[in-house]
Each structure stands twice: as C-alpha cells, then as structure tokens.
Nanobody
Framework: VQLQASGGGLVQAGSSLRLSCAAS????????MGWFRQAPGKEREFVAA????????YYTDSVKGRFTISRDNAESMVYLEMNSLKPEDTAVYYC???????????????WGQGTLVTVSS
C-alpha cells in the first residue's frame, strides 16, 4: 500500500484543518487506518484510528471531541478532521495502514510521508 498524506499547514489556535490520506496499491478496505504525529524532539504518538470497515474509531485522549477520523473505502481515502487546534497539536502527521494494528506504531505495516501541521498561538 502506498500512502500520500496532505492537508497540513500553518493555522492559528482555534482553527480547523482537514488532513487527507490517499491510498493506492493493495485492497484498501482490508486495512485499519491510523493517524500518528511526531513533534520535534518527541516520539511518534498515536492520534486516531479507524477500523477497516469504518465501524469503529479510536482516539488518544488529548484529541477526543476535537478530531474526527473517517474513511471512504470506495475512494481509498482516510481523513482527519481537526477542530479547535492548539499549539500542542503542532507536529508532522502521518497516516498509516495496518492489517491488525490500531494504536501502536509498531503494529502498522505501511506509512505515508507525513504532512506538517503548525498551530500558532
């Protein structure tokens, strides 16, 4: 699976952004999809995941109620809608695909190149 993330940018605190991840290659609908982020000097952390069917979603506590993950299997796309952005959300955001993983980076099989989100105060 090849993954291409896009949609990052520089925004002010309180703003919204929508990240997109386009997948190509193997059957997209077979994979759980996740978003991770890595801030400068920090480890990559889980942000959100959606099951292969789209029926289940998972979030890290710090983004619950602000971020929404969704997928469109017909279009092989996964999205991360980010609202009420905070400076601490600043990071490079990566989309990833997993046969069975959900929250742990090591359980993901394929990774996109990342898109930078910068939230100014």
């Amino acid at each position: 699976v090849q993954l291409q993330a896009s949609g990052g940018g520089l925004v002010q605190a309180g703003s919204s952004l929508r990240l997109s991840c386009a997948a190509s290659g193997r059957t997209f609908s077979r994979y759980n999809m996740g978003w991770f982020r890595q801030a400068p000097g920090k480890e990559r952390e889980f942000v959100a995941a959606v099951s292969w069917s789209g029926g289940s979603t998972y979030y890290t506590d710090s983004v619950k109620g602000r971020f929404t993950i969704s997928r469109d299997n017909a279009e092989s796309m996964v999205y991360l809608e980010m609202n009420s952005l905070k400076p601490e959300d600043t990071a490079v955001y990566y989309c990833a695909a997993a046969v069975s993983g959900l929250k742990l980076p090591d359980t993901y099989d394929y990774w996109g190149q990342g898109t930078l989100v910068t939230v100014s105060s």
